[in-house]
């Protein structure tokens, strides 16, 4: 596997319709710095919102996978990162103008060969990789599911479908990082079943759908009547059914639906954001299954590293002392809860605040079992980071950061008098003047609360 992370060489556009929503799409992925990771940008709204291609950020899963962040959200995108993560692509920014990306002809083909031709170039960075240690399974008994994941030195792919038709049978696909996936995978077209067709229409689906961008399997006999029902459906006059498939479709191979499978997953999966090293086996997988056994793992790889990333050293002198945390932050007393920074560099910071019992907020909170209100701790992390974000302009005097919101936050332990607060934030993204950072604090090496922050940073009057 290749150490370094790499971008492509030059941008590439496409345009087409989305599947579901039936809009014309133009979508260019761009060339993007390292460790900014796969992005879409939404230049169709105002201040051109973005949203990771991150698992986190899933929130749908119906007929394709569906990422939102703020007022950004894309549909439909495993095709595009199918193609872009598999073949080599760890750093693109996408600007699309709809929310769905462009269906192509229903696979990743079109976006593999663009991809291929204009090539890619390594980036100074370091990939990083989740080396699976043990078996970790992730089922759906109910509908037949289950995704395995073995320990292995390389990533691999096996996929078995059943969905009990006499047309589809049994199917199973496989890659590995020595196949050609433009030839072998990318080239699966999606497919529906025609029984699932009017469901789909009735919930505002496959507007863009036709039978040039997806495979429609047919199970059981269909009438006169029904053709002609069809015929209105796709606009068509010449349907017909041939070999279990609509309109006589011609397979790219006999195992061309487990493929498919298999490039969602590969879509899917690299929403973890890092690459696996490891064998995957999947028995009927699905977005939904595939997107939260990502979110799973993500969680997983996070308690695994639920520990400081900095060493405090009471006998060091701080980088940043109060007085010096005064002349950067206007807050003050009692509400000003960071004490020192002990460390600092462009994207991180490390800081302390000393918990005593002379905290005014323990008088109520509670008089007979004082704890550290959750709020003040996410204050105290929110205070730790905009020092962070000021260090990095010129004349920070000049700037406030005002608070904008808090994702995922948890609180795992209670803190109390005489606890030492170690608080880290490490910078997501700063651009525009939002800045979204990790957030994490510590007591005695053990994680007590955890939060993705975003502040904005605005310059005084």
Known sequence: MATKQRTLAAAISFEGKGLHTGLQVKMTVNPAEENHGITFRRVDIEGAPEVPALCEYVVDTSRGT??????????????IISALWTLGVDNAS?????????IMDGSALEYAKRITEVGTVEQSAERRYYEVTEKQVYTLPEKGVAIVLYPDDEFS??????????VVGNQYATYNNADNYTDKIAMCRTFVFLHELEPLMKMNLIKGGDLDNAIVVVENAVTEEQLDHLKNIF?????????GYLNNQQLRANNELARHKLLDLLGDFALLGMRIKGRVWATRPGHFANTEFMKDLSRSIRRSGEKPSFKFSAKAQPLLDINQIKALLPHRPPFLLVDRVFHIEENAIGGIKQVSMNEPFFVGHFPEEPVMPGVLIIEALA??????????????????????????????????????????????????????????????????????LTAQIVKNR
């Open 235 to 243: 606009q068509k006059d010449d349907i017909r059914i041939t070999g």
């Open 94 to 102: 996408i600007d699309i103008n709809a929310p769905e990306t462009p």
């Open 66 to 79: 569906t990422i939102e962040h703020g007022a950004a959200r894309v549909s439909t995108i495993e095709h």
């Open 383 to 452: 205070q730790c980071g905009g020092l962070l974000v000021l260090s990095r302009v010129e004349e920070p005097s000049s700037y406030s950061t005002y608070f904008l919101k808090a994702d995922g936050v948890k609180w795992k332990r209670k803190v109390v008098p005489g606890d030492t607060l170690q608080l880290e934030c490490h910078i997501i993204d700063m651009r525009r003047g939002i800045c979204t950072m990790e957030a994490k604090a510590f007591v005695g090496g053990q994680l007590v609360c955890e939060a993705v």
């Open 157 to 166: 792919v096996s996929v078995h479908v059943d969905y009990n038709s006499k």
